[in-house]
């Protein structure tokens, strides 16, 4: 049952008439702060604080049965209970999570009633069964093992893929989901869940509350791409974990080895920006942070108050005096590298008979949390080894190992930790291990009470555990490496005090820096960043199973385009621009043909018989293929490979905007890129006439992006002194002519350049463009004005004396034309162009006539220009009159990446002072986007421009769009 406050328990506050005494009630926590209760909090709607749930396998909880009822302590060890120091205090914190013992169902009301006005927790139940399955079967059988790179070979192996398994582990999530649920008060709370106990918590989350502002912070390894891909419910466990908005890890290693899996499973890739990760999920940024946990230094000094440390303590001294010190403190686990320990402390005494007598290894070992057949032989395999050492070494008053198999309480841990003169950890991988802090804090001691002989330490740390490169002061040793072990053991008992002290000084100042509470504020703190925009946010979430279903994160502006209005303001306006994307926008990126059907084409006919219209294909094709599916559509104007090659409307010419580009750099390009296509297996190179594209999206995912981005490197230097831009994609690196964009062309078409447009012909005086004279700075075609201009000027129709005839690509100025480019994109020699001088051409090519006004390449690709006498026919019934008329409509309409800079174009052009009055910028598909509008699918986008162009369109079931 769910209140307005989010939690039932506000109800049965309610139902009992204790609203005004529960508001003002108030208990003493264990930690000593006054708070008030979490059910008072619920209702208290102003109260101003942030809610912070977290949410955890287990609550801080100690929890015992007692004859007439149950008996609850406060934890202050458990590192959730601690974290809660560091959290600013604008947030009140809720606890989430189970209890370590099972409470009888006629019970569970009143325990969590008691355990939530206590303790400000809410206990989640689950059956005995359940847990049995989730956490002894899934958790610490298959995602333990599998998460510390260890792989079931063994068919009777008991972490194979259990199906009965995985459904109590989401079933357990479930029961912590609801719990979450009745407790959140918004569907803005802030959440941070614990570990790997809980991984699809985030997806179950996120299907009821869109916004919730959730974190995930993982305390294991996280395994490399080859063992994690091998978990049949990989992509279940990754999607889930992305659906969280922050993911942290203790090490860059942990952290490398889930970006590695997301791009090869996934298909994301991951952004650095100052200093942070984050990978964009379906219009989110997912953070991702690299932080290590603490430990409490003032709990642990606060122990040498205690009467229980001080007496065993001295028991200790007594025990070990004259005699050094190896502490090693470790739960009993196949990870831990217990019996590596053993095997290199008995070579330390083989190897250095000195030490026989003068050395003793304290092995402390926690009770196990996991059962199996493994660990039955680990127990064994370690009780063998202390015999035998014990049985060789032992005498009068002496034994070189002192192992305790039992519960070590916390002041008789610190005891232990401040008579060891050496730390030692060998876990052969763990997710951070805090033993190698807690010695530090110990052997540092309170100011005033620890002497200067106990603020000396030495460690001896696992490569292998998260607290490695912390310590930077600690022997790092290979724990498979018995021999390195013991030499570890032998240089750390061999060390000068001095050097011990710097040692200890080290890394005492790192741990009282970085402690538990420092963690938890600067995780907190990244939370509440990267998810302040969630409010603002519309969001829907797409699928239904784990492994499908994801959020879409959109702006909240953005919406569904409605006929109605756009209608409206196209039949009100009196010039009208309409921008139009082809593949995914005119026809389904799948569709059987590429050509387009007889439905787009009659639109498209319809639309630019109104001499008010102004209409554009823009798209990445080549010219050849746009000239020949729209040579009946006249009016519309076409611009392929993204803008490089234009066609204005109503004219029949193709002219490339960069005519005077030079293209001599592609032979320079060509041979890198075959060199790293040679070395790249699955990459492809793409000729354009405009650009070379380096594709690598079939190669290895990783191996692909180190190869991009040590091509992006070379062509940058390369090119570094040419006019060309290199520019890195989705799966390409792409050469190409700087400004060569769609939002490049759209800027020119709003701004109305008249050259572009083909108000006026090329080299008017009116054109701005040909006034640049530069690479990028507008279209600069070769070609002398139209017909009806050159008459209004006087001009000449016929060749100027000696004036050289262009008939060949050879004749050419350099880089002009496709055919020329596609020749030096493969290496090909081309001779330069020749122009005869005079004629009154001021430059390196004479006064092309009339019938050289527009050249256009041959589609048969022999490279001869060619315009037939009817073509120049329409091109003088062509040109339309509407100078003066400002265009007061524009419509954009595309679909992927590269339709995002036309969307900026029209947008930057909507914000000028003299804007048209309407600007529709749509994109096909709800996705992020800069456009404000979006329409669902093709069909869509044809039924709007078929109402706009007034055409009846077939039947669905028609082939038009097939």
């Known amino acids: 049952m769910k209140t307005m406050g989010g939690s039932y328990h506000n109800l049965a506050a309610l139902a009992a008439a204790q609203f005004s005494d529960a508001r003002q009630a108030t208990f003493r926590s ?244 100052r200093g942070s990760i984050s990978i964009e999920y379906y219009g989110r940024n997912v953070g991702i942070k690299i932080m290590p946990t603490g430990v409490n230094p003032q709990r642990l000094l606060e122990g040498f108050s205690w009467p229980e440390f001080k007496w065993r303590r001295g028991e200790l001294m007594s025990q070990f005096e004259g005699r050094q010190v190896l502490v090693g403190v470790d739960d009993l686990d196949v990870f831990k590298g217990i019996e590596l320990k053993l095997q290199a402390f008995e070579r330390l005494l083989e190897e250095h008979p000195e030490y026989r007598g003068k050395v003793v290894l304290v092995q402390i070992t926690n009770a196990p949390r996991s059962t199996g057949k493994e660990l039955v032989e680990l127990h064994e395999a370690i009780r063998a080894l202390v015999a035998s050492i014990n049985g060789r070494w032992s005498g009068p008053g002496y034994e070189p190992v002192c192992y305790l198999e039992r519960h070590v309480p916390l002041h008789e841990r610190i005891a232990f930790y401040t008579i060891a003169d050496v730390a030692v950890v060998t876990a052969t991988r763990d997710g951070m291990n805090l033993v190698p802090y807690e010695y530090v804090v110990c052997r540092q001691g309170p100011p005033g009470l620890a002497d200067d002989s106990m603020r000396q330490s030495m460690l001896v740390v696992s490569e292998f555990v998260g607290c490695s490169p912390s310590l930077s002061g600690a022997i790092r040793v290979n724990p498979w490496s018995i021999d390195a072990v013991s030499d570890a053991m032998y240089s750390a008992l061999k060390t000068s005090p001095e050097h011990r002290r710097l040692r200890h000084d080290k890394h005492w100042k790192y741990v009282s820096e970085h402690t538990v509470a420092f963690w938890a504020a600067s995780y907190v703190q990244d939370l509440a960043r990267s998810t302040k925009q969630h409010v603002a946010m519309k969001c829907y979430g797409l699928g239904l199973g784990l492994d499908t279903f994801r959020l879409v994160a959109l702006d909240a502006n953005f919406k569904k385009l409605d006929d109605q209005p756009l209608l409206a303001a196209y039949r009100s306006t009196q010039r009208r621009l309409l921008l139009l994307d082809y593949d995914g926008t005119l026809i389904p990126h799948r569709n059987i043909t590429a050509a387009p059907g007889p439905a787009v084409l009659d639109i498209l006919a319809a639309l630019t018989a109104d001499p008010a219209n102004e209409v554009w294909v823009i798209s990445g094709r080549s010219q050849q293929e746009l000239g020949g599916w729209f040579k009946d559509v006249p009016g519309v104007g076409l611009a392929a490979e993204h803008g490089f090659f234009i066609k204005p409307p109503g004219r029949p010419g193709w002219h490339s905007r960069f005519p005077l580009a030079d293209h001599s750099w592609q032979a320079m390009v060509m041979p890198i890129l075959k060199q790293y296509c040679e070395c790249t297996d699955g990459s ?26 040590e091509l992006l490197d070379h062509l940058e230097d390369v090119l570094s002194n040419r006019p060309i831009e290199v520019i890195s994609g989705n799966t390409i690196v792409e050469a190409k002519p700087q400004g060569v964009s769609k939002g490049s062309l759209v800027e020119l078409i709003c701004k109305r350049d008249p050259v572009v447009t083909g108000e006026v012909a090329p080299h008017h005086p009116g054109s701005t463009s040909l006034a640049a004279g530069v690479v990028g700075s507008g279209p600069v075609w070769a070609a002398s004005p139209s017909p009806a201009a050159a008459a209004a000027a006087g001009a000449d129709s016929h060749p100027a004396a000696g004036a050289a005839t262009v008939t060949s690509m050879q004749d050419l100025p350099p880089g002009f034309g496709a055919a020329a480019m596609a020749a030096r994109s493969l290496g090909q020699q081309r001779q330069p162009a020749t122009a005869a001088a005079g004629g009154g051409g001021g430059g390196g090519l004479a006064s092309p006539t009339a019938q050289q006004q527009q050249m256009q390449i041959d589609q048969a690709g022999s490279g001869q220009l060619v315009q037939s006498p009817q073509d120049q026919q329409q091109e003088r019934a062509a040109p339309r009159d509407l100078t003066g008329v400002a265009v007061d409509f524009v419509l954009a309409v595309g ?35 800069k456009a404000k509008f979006y329409v669902n699918d093709v069909n869509e986008v044809l039924d709007l421009l078929a109402k706009m162009g007034g055409v009846t369109l077939p039947p669905r079931n028609s082939s038009f769009t097939s």
Not at 218 to 224: E, R, T, V
Not at 694 to 709: E, M, V
Not at 913 to 922: L, Q
């Open 30 to 273: 264990p930690l000593g702060q006054g708070q008030q209760s979490g059910s008072t909090l619920s209702l208290d709607s102003n109260s101003g604080r942030n809610r912070l749930i977290i949410v955890s396998n287990v609550l801080p909880i100690r929890a015992k049965r007692l004859s007439d009822g149950w008996d609850f302590e406060w934890d202050e060890d458990a590192l959730v209970a601690q974290a809660k120091e560091g959290i600013p205090d604008e947030f009140e914190v809720v606890y989430v999570g189970s209890l370590s013992v099972d409470v009888d169902i006629m019970e569970e009301e009143e325990v969590s009633m008691q355990l939530k006005k206590l303790y400000n927790c809410a206990p989640v139940f689950i059956s005995s069964d359940v847990k049995q399955k989730y956490y002894k079967g899934f958790c610490k059988q298959q995602l333990w093992p599998l998460f510390h790179y260890v792989l079931p070979m063994a068919p009777s192996s008991a972490g194979r893929f259990n199906s009965e398994f995985w459904q109590a582990y989401v079933k357990a999530n479930k029961a912590f989901m609801e719990k979450v649920v009745e407790e959140c008060s918004s569907d803005t709370e802030y959440i941070w869940i614990h570990d790997y106990h809980l991984l699809v918590l985030p997806s179950l989350l996120r299907k009821r509350f869109n916004k919730i502002r959730c974190g995930l912070f993982l305390h294991s390894p996280f395994p490399s791409s080859e063992i994690f891909r091998t978990f049949p419910k990989r992509e279940e466990l990754l999607r889930s974990m992305l659906n969280a908005d922050l993911i942290g890890f203790h090490t860059f290693d942990y952290a490398r080895h889930f970006l590695s899996c997301t791009s090869r499973m996934l298909g994301l890739e991951h952004e650095t920006l």
């Open 684 to 709: 492809h190179i793409e000729v354009k006439a405009s650009a070379l594209v380096w594709h690598y999206g079939d190669a290895d995912p990783d191996f692909g992006n180190w190869q991009a981005k």
């Open 895 to 929: 679909d992927d990446r590269s339709d995002e800079d036309m969307f900026t174009a029209i947008e930057q052009y909507a914000d000028t002072p003299r804007h048209p009055a309407e600007v529709f910028a749509c994109v096909v598909g709800q996705k992020p986007s």
